[in-house]
T-cell receptor
């Protein structure tokens, strides 16, 4: 059974204070690992897909990396508008369903 | 990215009643998925809806409680039947897009409160 564990559950940063969110996963065969951002009361917003170990993707202040066991979402010099819940999900090669982690609630204080 | 529209965006319903949620995608897609997100929790897959066949339900979800229709390649409905307060959640539909057809894009969801 696929498992996705995100840490920490919650993270408070000062504006400009860089940090990383972790997503550890167990899957028989990885088709893709996904990162989403979710604001309160809204659906998840797609950020990145990573397909193979060593892959990296960047978008503004966010950078996602992937190893064979985990993924990191690095946030460089965050701003208050980066405050949201960040969700990680994995998709197995044998199917289309996504298995989500519990998310990391990020708060960036001005 | 896909454009996915859900109706209603939110509703407050009496226990014992049913609510049908509509999901419209801006182009034809093979698979549509319905997820539930209970308060403070992550997303759980309810079922996969394929056009022309019965939906495939995940463990813990049954057709009598969550009947799904998929009349064409751009539309699906999820009904939450005989509701109880435990059904209060955000319900989200999604489909797969992207180069490899693996990227899931979500609508804004339907926030359901059962009283």
């Amino acid at each position: 059974e696929d498992q996705v564990t995100q840490s920490p559950e919650a993270l408070r940063l000062q504006e400009g204070e860089s940090s990383s969110l972790n997503c550890s996963y167990t899957v028989s065969g990885l088709r893709g690992l996904f990162w989403y951002r979710q604001d309160p009361g809204k659906g998840p917003e797609f950020l990145f897909t990573l397909y193979s170990a060593g892959e990296e993707k960047e978008k503004e202040r966010l950078k996602a990396t992937l190893t064979k066991k985990e993924s990191f979402l690095h946030i460089t010099a965050p701003k208050p508008e980066d405050s949201a819940t960040y969700l990680c999900a994995v998709q197995e090669t044998s199917g289309s369903r996504l298995t989500f982690g519990e998310g990391t609630q990020l708060t960036v204080n001005p | 990215s896909a454009v996915i529209s859900q109706k209603p965006s939110r509703d407050i319903c009496q226990r014992g009643t049913s609510l049908t949620i509509q999901c419209q995608v801006d182009s034809q897609v093979t698979m549509m998925f319905w997820y539930r997100q209970q308060p403070g929790q992550s997303l759980t897959l309810i079922a996969t809806a394929n056009q022309g066949s019965e939906a495939t339900y995940e463990s813990g979800f049954v057709i009598d409680k969550f009947p799904i229709s998929r009349p064409n390649l751009t539309f699906s409905t999820l009904t939450v039947s005989n509701m109880s307060p435990e059904d209060s959640s955000i319900y989200l539909c999604t489909t797969l897009r992207g180069v490899w057809g693996t990227e899931a894009f979500f609508g804004q969801g339907t926030r359901l409160t059962v009283v």
